[in-house]
T-cell receptor, first 114, second 113 residues
């Protein structure tokens, strides 16, 4: 089975500073990788996805992620954090089985301070 | 609104009672997924439908759980003889095809007392 490991359970940044949320994956083949965001009391929203095209993937709200096969990483970055970015972020890999169901990491809680 | 909807949004039940949740996917989506999310964890896959056929079930889906999608449209998830460990957010997602994005509903939060 494919899996992801989110290296930080909590990340705190100041507004206007860069964001880095780290994710490593484990896969026996070329994976499909995603980042989802979950704001309190709201549904999961797709930020971006990698499906073996360009290794640098741009998503919504200024987020991007880089697929690095040599490091088995798919870290999420943003140049400048906004207060509205405070949320739970999930790194996700798509299984080949189970109808390509999603296998979520444990999540990283992003806190943005003024 | 044409997003995925789930009802009820919240359910409080006593241990041992049966509960049923409903998911209405986006209308043209033939694939439907159920996930469970416990506090502080990411969602975990429970089961998957293609049209009305239930094609995959996770080992997390004990025999107290049953899911249906009778006409390939809405789906129901029933939990019999609920236990406190069933307390979680139950999420539904749908997609048009395997290469397309999964869209998630807002979830049903179950609390078993």
């Amino acid at each position: 089975a494919q899996s992801v490991t989110q290296l930080d359970s909590h990340v705190s940044v100041s507004e206007g500073t860069p964001v880095l949320l780290r994710c490593n994956y484990s896969s026996s083949y070329s994976p499909s990788l995603f980042w989802y965001v979950q704001h309190p009391n709201k549904g999961l929203q797709l930020l971006l996805k990698y499906t073996s095209a360009a290794t640098l993937v741009k998503g919504i709200n200024g987020f991007e992620a880089e697929f690095k096969k040599s490091e088995t990483s798919f870290h999420l970055t943003k140049p400048s954090a906004h207060m509205s970015d405070a949320a739970e972020y999930f790194c996700v890999v798509s299984e080949r089985y189970s109808g390509y169901a999603l296998n979520f990491g444990k999540g990283t809680s992003l806190l943005v301070t003024p | 609104d044409t997003g995925v909807s789930q009802n009820p949004r919240h359910k409080i039940t006593k241990r041992g009672q049966n509960v049923t949740f409903r998911c209405d996917p986006i209308s043209e989506h033939n694939r439907l997924y159920w996930y469970r999310q416990t506090l502080g964890q990411g969602p975990e896959f429970l089961t998957y439908f293609q049209n009305e056929a239930q094609l995959e079930k996770s080992r997390l889906l004990s025999d107290r759980f049953s899911a249906e999608r009778p006409k390939g449209s809405f789906s129901t998830l029933e939990i019999q003889r609920t236990e406190q460990g069933d307390s979680a957010m139950y999420l539904c997602a749908s997609r048009e095809g395997l290469e397309y994005e999964q869209y998630f509903g807002p979830g049903t939060r179950l609390t078993v007392t």
